[in-house]
């Protein structure tokens, strides 16, 4: 193999470990949004549950009142 040949293959190798440590650092990045996401979603979640006992519990409270009347 020539020494241009060789070169020019190391350059593409250097190229190529560049992109792959690129990618596992995107990929990274990605699964930290992920998770934040995730936890989001579930905070979200657990507060819209709350609301929504909230208001079946003031439907209740309401429909006695409504009874009691």
């Not at 070169?7 to 949004?33: G, P, S, Y």
């Amino acid at each position: 193999m020539e020494d241009a040949d060789l070169h020019a293959l190391t350059t593409k190798l250097d190229l190529l470990i560049q992109r792959v440590e690129q990618l596992k650092a995107n990929n990274r990045l990605l699964l930290a949004n992920e998770k934040a996401w995730r936890v989001e979603r579930a905070h979200l979640i657990e507060k819209n549950e709350m609301a929504r006992h909230k208001v079946e519990s003031m439907i209740s409270r309401l429909k006695a009142l409504e009874q009691d009347s």
